[in-house]
């Protein structure tokens, strides 16, 4: 059993809770999810387990076999679990517009929106939208997506009399990200590109966007909450840009989070009621953390808010 496993927070989960763990005895029948990234790793273990508490589970993926096959695992183990998979690359927005559009038009309701897909460190790329991959992938492609599902969230939350959960995944390393933060002015510069630090950045505009989203949101006064959380060190997908990374944390991966435990903050703050109410935080290992000051900011994430608005065409 890893050393984490002995730190119990406020919650009452620690490092080692799994993702079963943190939703034992919560029914989200009735409810409708979107989990993107949800093939492989902690999106993968997320769908599951919300199917298995009844939830819903939208799987928008890029490969729709690989949807159909991490549907297909899902579904063995949860013989009765509804699921279904459509098409979404995150990177691009014609994509994101697209999956939203589709998604609108079959008229299902929507309670939970997690925001799990995403990709760390590649070599400097620009996406079909010609932005930084990273900053597209992680951060626009998500802010997007919100965007143009909100109105489908309001309207659920509105009838249902549900509050509705907007998980945002961010990161530790949205500590480790440029000197000034976010670099509005240099997003898609080549030369002052560092893969980590562009992976920390995406990962700083995860947290400032679940920050200003929810003081929009409040300020409409609408039941739907957002936050922002780092799921723990695990080595999945992510890590196949970062061959050095891969190689360490396959040496100490038995003090590092296993997947059920790497999904539990995200299930956590999707389904438990202890967080009712609660939004514009930041969470790890299942309880409430201090992020940097960067994502405290108001005055970055209301910036933020503006320049992503301007590069998606969103407003």
Not at 291 to 301: F, G, I, M, R, T
Request: charged fraction near 20%.
């Amino acid at each position: 059993m890893p050393w984490i496993s002995i730190f119990t927070g406020k919650s009452g989960f620690a490092a080692s809770s799994t993702a079963e763990d943190v939703t034992k005895g919560i029914d989200g029948t009735g409810l409708t999810a979107i989990v993107t990234g949800a093939t492989s790793g902690i999106g993968l273990e997320t769908a599951r387990v919300l199917a298995l508490r009844g939830v819903h589970v939208v799987m928008p993926v890029r490969n729709i076999a690989a949807g159909e096959k991490a549907k297909e695992s899902i579904a063995e183990k949860v013989p009765n679990a509804k699921l279904e998979v459509m098409e979404l690359d995150v990177s691009s927005q014609e994509s994101v517009r697209k999956f939203a559009s589709q998604y609108c038009s079959k008229g299902l309701p929507l309670n939970i929106l997690i925001l799990n897909a995403g990709i760390m460190s590649p070599p400097f790329t620009l996406s079909k939208d010609n932005i930084e991959l990273q900053f597209a992938t992680n951060h626009l492609g998500n802010f997007l997506l919100t965007n143009l599902l909100l109105d489908t969230m309001k309207k659920t939350a509105t009838e249902s009399g549900k509050e509705g959960r907007i998980v945002i995944l961010s990161s530790e390393l949205h500590q480790t990200t440029y000197k000034e933060g976010i670099m509005f002015d240099k997003i898609n510069d080549e030369k002052s590109y560092n893969a980590m630090y562009a992976y920390g950045q995406s990962k700083l505009a995860n947290a400032l966007h679940a920050r200003e989203l929810t003081r929009r949101l409040q300020e409409e006064g609408v039941n739907i909450t957002a936050n922002s959380l780092h799921p723990g060190v695990i080595n999945t997908n992510l890590l196949r840009h970062n061959g050095i990374f891969a190689i360490f944390f396959n040496v100490v991966q038995s003090f590092l989070k296993n997947i059920p435990q790497g999904a539990a903050t995200t299930c956590y703050v999707a389904m438990h009621p202890q967080l009712k109410g609660v939004s514009g935080e930041y969470f790890a290992d299942s309880n409430l953390k201090k992020a940097s000051k960067y994502a405290q900011d108001p005055e970055l994430a209301k910036k933020l808010w503006d320049f992503s608005e301007k590069l998606t065409q969103a407003k």
